[in-house]
Structure formats: C-alpha cells, structure tokens
C-alpha cells in the first residue's frame, strides 16, 4: 500500500499490523468504531531515531511538518484533585496549557505531566505517545485544526513508527473535545 501522505517504505493499514502497535493503541485499532475505517489508519514503519518531530521531517520531508501533529500528556490541578487529558495540535503549534487547557479541566493550575506519569498511565513509550488509546476516561483535547486535515502524522505508541490517520477521526476518539485555539503559535 502507500502511504495516504509523506514517502515511506512500508504503509500498512494498521489492523493488518497489531502486532506493532503496544498494547492500548492495538486494542484502540480493534475495537474501533468511529464512521472512519480502521484500515483508513495506517502504519508507517520509521527508526526511533526519527522519532521526534523536528529530526522526522528533516529525514522524511519537510512538507510532513504542517501535516503532523504531536499530543502531549497534561496534568490539571483543582484542590487536592489530578485530572489527566491529552492535548492533539499540529507540530508547528504549541498547547495554550495555561489558557484553553486549564479552563477546559476546570482546573487552578495545569501543566505538562512528568515523562513517569505519562509513560507509565498510557502504556505507551515517550516520544511516541498517541491519542489513539488512552486510559477510559481521559479528555482528548483536540485542535480544530487537526480535524480540518484530510490526514494527519502522529505517534503510534512506539517511538518506532508512526500513525497516518484521517483528520477527523480525531474528533470521534473517546473523551475528544475539539477546541479552537487549543493549538498557538
């Protein structure tokens, strides 16, 4: 198959490939039930060298930047209460973490969970962390910019490979709110 964007040796749709994908993200790809096909999700197979975004693009082309996105792991704080949520904006944006993100939780204070945190509630490896198979429960705030996009280049929960997934399945994830200006420049 090739890949729906970008130049990769190896595009696999991503229930052809399970065995890939960590634990959580494979259950994710299985029980799938969204108006986009899971098949639509494909799986590119990249070295973890490449991982982060910057070094990725550089290898793989430029033009992948404005099509990718990176979600991160936020912790919001309110009294003695935690909640943990995901944040999807583009790579070339960064999470308004003390504006949208803390209204959104109803929180007093919020900000980046510790890699420990995040690795270790995801089941996912850090640097490759997606939204696609999150802990039940978790907001999954996503930037309607990244909905917007017919495909967009995310983490696999590997820092081996990557994800290629319609933009708007973003929207039908568990626990997802899209949000205007989640995403800032």
Known sequence: MRAPIGHFDTATPAPDCLDELVGPVADAVRRWG??????????????????????????F??????????????????GGETTLAACV?????????????????????????????????TGMEYGGITPIGLPAG????????????????????????????PGKAFAELPGAVVLEGLGVA
Not at 69 to 76: D, I, Q, R
Request: proline fraction near 4%.
């Open 34 to 59: 969204g108006s986009v096909p899971a098949d639509e999700f494909v799986h590119v197979d990249t070295d973890p060298q490449w991982a982060d975004t910057a070094v990725f693009v550089e290898h």
């Open 61 to 78: 082309g430029r033009e992948l930047l404005e099509r990718s996105a990176n979600c991160v792991v936020v912790a919001g704080k309110r």
């Open 89 to 121: 904006v583009l790579s070339t944006t960064r999470v308004d973490v003390n504006g949208v993100v803390r209204r959104q939780l109803g929180a007093r204070k919020a900000s980046f969970a510790s890699m420990d945190t995040a690795v270790g509630e």
């Open 138 to 165: 978790w907001p999954v705030l996503v930037d309607s910019a990244v909905v917007d996009l017919p495909y967009v280049l995310v983490g696999s929960g590997r820092r081996r490979g990557k994800l290629l997934v």
